[in-house]
């Protein structure tokens, strides 16, 4: 008999839920994201096809940078764009993953240290907000972050771990308001997904 109110009262959860996130306009942030997302992921996957096909050969240049640079070194380079505003496309490093003798396995190593990255972003972001003039001029800076991640939390932080956002960003944004470490360190496990799914396109593309 008590099952029944246990099931209306989820239902009703989950309906405020989305009323809530319709009204605050969440929905018509992701479609908007999705959509400025699609255009770049096609444009820059057209793009490695045309210099692949008459520039470059992928396999020339990704067998020149694995013998003259060690993977730990590249490694080190993606784990410090990762940690400090992601400023290098991991589709570079996606691709360069696929050239390698072991290209899951350093897949998952690219995987995991965007996840530590944005561990490390998050922690950023928490020492920030202990310093008061460096929290207030950030906090004007990085304000539609700061702004949609107290509105959304969770939700923006899947959004920043799936799509091509600067997943930095969204953990400094995070660490700024002092989100729930457990939570943040739930939701950023998408960035696996993230990575799999784009390996699946630039490892059959090139």
């Known amino acids: 008999m008590s099952t029944m109110p246990k099931q209306s009262v989820k239902k009703s959860r989950i309906r405020l839920l989305h009323q809530y996130y319709s009204y605050t306009g969440f929905y018509a942030f992701v479609r908007s994201s999705l959509g400025k997302a699609v255009l770049p992921i096609v444009a820059f996957i057209v793009s490695l096809w045309i210099i692949h096909a008459f520039v470059i050969d992928f396999d020339d240049l990704f067998t020149s940078i694995t013998t003259t640079y060690s993977p730990i070194a590249i490694l080190s380079v993606f784990f410090a764009s990762e940690s400090l505003?992601?400023?290098?496309?991991?589709?570079?490093?996606?691709?360069?993953?696929?050239?390698?003798?072991?290209?899951?396995?350093?897949?998952?190593?690219?995987?995991?240290?965007?996840?530590?990255?944005?561990?490390?972003?998050?922690?950023?972001?928490?020492?920030?907000?202990?310093?008061?003039?460096?929290?207030?001029?950030?906090?004007?800076?990085?304000?539609?972050?700061?702004?949609?991640?107290?509105?959304?939390?969770?939700?923006?932080?899947?959004?920043?771990?799936?799509?091509?956002?600067?997943?930095?960003?969204?953990?400094?944004?995070?660490?700024?308001?002092?989100?729930?470490?457990q939570h943040y360190l739930l939701f950023g496990l998408l960035r696996f997904v993230r990575f799999y799914l784009y390996a699946v396109v630039i490892f059959n593309i090139i």
């Open 85 to 181: 505003l992601g400023l290098i496309p991991p589709e570079i490093f996606i691709a360069w993953a696929d050239k390698t003798q072991m290209p899951i396995f350093y897949l998952s190593m690219l995987a995991a240290l965007s996840y530590l990255g944005g561990i490390i972003s998050y922690f950023i972001g928490r020492a920030i907000a202990k310093m008061p003039k460096v929290y207030e001029y950030l906090e004007l800076k990085m304000y539609k972050h700061v702004k949609m991640i107290r509105k959304w939390g969770g939700f923006l932080i899947v959004v920043g771990a799936l799509l091509p956002i600067p997943f930095s960003m969204t953990s400094i944004a995070a660490g700024l308001i002092q989100y729930k470490f």
